[in-house]
């Protein structure tokens, strides 16, 4: 029963991280640990349903994989042609041991050192993403070309670059000291966000070519923090990550078009997912080690919180945007936290906070978009509706322009 | 008669299940639990969140870990649902019962999905 293709299929997704950073560990060749990967699926596929599946998935990739790796080498070297069905039987033996050699820090910052490859710095962000989707996660050439909208000739073309890139880095394989661990973490933490914010996108039709990476990310983030399970940040960064994921049925209307936070209908948010990421930003609180993932999480927590947008928070908010403000110094946070000043001071304060950010922000659609909006709050009609068009202009989708322009239908209707 | 089944797997797995295969999961469950349900011999069910989400006390010391609880010399005993605004106000019940019986540790994680079955009395 247990040996049905979709456990089989989730059994092996769920190891391909432990697997292929074992077996990279062992071969230091990423396409090699790749390829002994593969072959060992394909082992899988034909033992696991005729003999019952093994204890540990994991170990069983591993030890075939390490075994088809080493055949292949030894064919390729013309040493010894060894064709080994007999490696597969009483593996349960041997698989014992392996495990538990597995366990622990070997295991820990085997994955870590897969996913930290993936950061190498010269890789464009977009790059470190594909390269963390196609290596570590096991996505296909085709859907990542899909979610970035280009063809799968030219996807594989860049992955196989970066790869080579990748070769190239000499990542040391051995055991990382603890400062270097969390130099690790940071990055990788950085890595997943990215593929996170990469699935969070601005149209419906895309939303769907890449919902995958959003859940790919969350479970990402819930390995590491298996691996790291007393990390604030990174409780904060899967709390980060569930809270806005949890709203993700809410955010387009049924015509496509963007539904904006405090119009959104809460009953569509994923209350499960709400659950385990307020358990995780309280998790995190305990710790009084507060970074800016954590406070991200707890804002999106305050929104989670709120029965309808008129219970919100917002002086809260506008405290948390000030200490993200401290820890991470960015335009765009202040842009942000002006939608709070905007609801607790009113949009004339808001409009001030933003107004030294036009040098930074002057080609960014959200600032003009939040601009127009506090300008037209305070009936300032004709340069709202300047902003309203330089937004429009800088719009990244038709979603994103179709809602600035409603705000210029209503202006219109106020004036006419 | 009355018993507790308690459910045991593969998180990382079951994790890994994508929507379309945790609602094909859940949807063969249904049947056996409407069925049961019909029988008059369910009472509540609960699936829990992964462990990952698992804050544990352990009460000798009144110390506060991550995660679920893990040793195995102590066996899992009872349960309470309790319905709370925060992680601290769970353990603030968690340290009241604690009070009253010493010993062992307590696991609080959160649930995902309830379903309150008949009534039992």
């Not at chain 1, 990469?198 to 149209?203: A, K, Q, R, V």
């Amino acid at each position: 029963m247990t040996t049905d293709p979709a456990w089989i299929d989730a059994a092996l997704t769920s190891a391909r991280p432990q697997a292929v950073s074992a077996l990279l560990r062992y071969f230091r060749d990423l396409d090699l640990a790749e390829e002994a990967f593969q072959d060992a699926c394909l082992r899988a596929l034909k033992s696991w349903p005729e003999k019952g599946p093994p204890r540990d998935p994991a170990a069983w990739l591993i030890l075939v994989g390490r075994n088809s790796g080493i055949d292949g080498v030894r064919r390729r070297s013309r040493l010894q042609a060894l064709p080994s069905e007999e490696v597969l039987s009483d593996l349960d033996d041997v698989e014992a041991p392996l495990a538990e050699r597995l366990d622990g820090s070997d295991y820990r910052d085997d994955i870590l050192r897969l996913l930290f490859i993936c950061c190498h710095p010269d890789l464009p962000a977009v790059q470190q993403v594909a390269v963390a989707l196609r290596i570590v996660s096991g996505l296909s050439v085709r859907q990542i070309a899909r979610a970035f909208l280009v063809s799968e000739a030219a996807m594989e073309q860049r992955i196989t670059r970066a790869k080579a890139k990748i070769g190239q880095a000499n990542v040391a394989f051995e055991a990382p000291g603890p400062a270097e661990r969390a130099e690790r973490l940071a990055a990788v933490a950085a890595v997943v966000y990215l593929i996170f914010n990469e699935g969070y996108s601005s149209t419906v039709a895309e939303a769907d070519a890449r919902a995958p990476f959003a859940e790919e990310a969350i479970r990402l983030g819930r390995l590491l923090l298996r691996l790291f399970p007393t990390e604030p940040e990174i409780m904060g960064l899967d709390a980060l990550m569930m809270l806005q994921h949890s709203r993700a049925a809410a955010r387009f209307d049924e015509n496509g078009q963007i539904v904006l936070l405090d119009d959104q209908d809460r009953g569509l948010w994923n209350r499960t997912l709400i659950s385990e990421g307020l358990a995780l930003i309280d998790k995190a609180m305990r710790h009084a080690a507060p970074g800016p993932y954590q406070v991200q999480a707890a804002i999106a927590a305050l929104h989670a919180r709120a029965a309808n947008a008129a219970d919100t928070d917002w002086p809260q908010i506008d405290r948390l945007y000030a200490a993200l403000e401290q820890m991470n110094p960015s335009p765009v946070v202040t842009l942000n936290r002006s939608v709070a000043v905007s609801k607790t001071q009113g949009p004339e304060a808001a409009l001030a906070m933003i107004a030294p950010l036009e040098g930074e922000l002057g080609s960014y659609f959200y600032f003009h978009g939040a601009r127009g909006s506090y300008l037209k709050q305070l009936g300032r009609k004709e340069e709202a509706r300047v902003a309203f068009d330089r937004a429009i202009a800088l719009a990244n989708s038709a979603p994103e322009a179709a809602h600035i322009r409603q705000h210029l239908d209503s202006l219109a209707g106020e004036t006419g | 008669m009355r018993y507790a089944i308690l459910c045991y797997n593969d998180e990382a797995v079951t994790s890994a299940w994508s929507k379309e295969e945790d609602d094909a999961v859940m949807e063969k469950l249904e049947v056996v639990q409407e069925r049961l349900r019909q029988e008059g011999k369910l009472g509540p069910a609960i699936r829990l969140l992964p462990t990952t989400a698992a804050t544990t006390l352990r009460k000798a010391q009144n110390l506060v870990v991550d995660g679920p609880f893990a040793e195995t010399k102590e066996q899992l005993l009872g349960f309470y649902i309790v319905d709370v605004e925060t992680l601290e106000d769970g353990l603030q019940i968690a340290r009241d019962l604690a009070v009253a019986n010493p010993g062992g540790a307590y696991e609080l994680r959160p649930i995902a999905l309830f379903l309150p079955g008949i009534e039992m009395t």
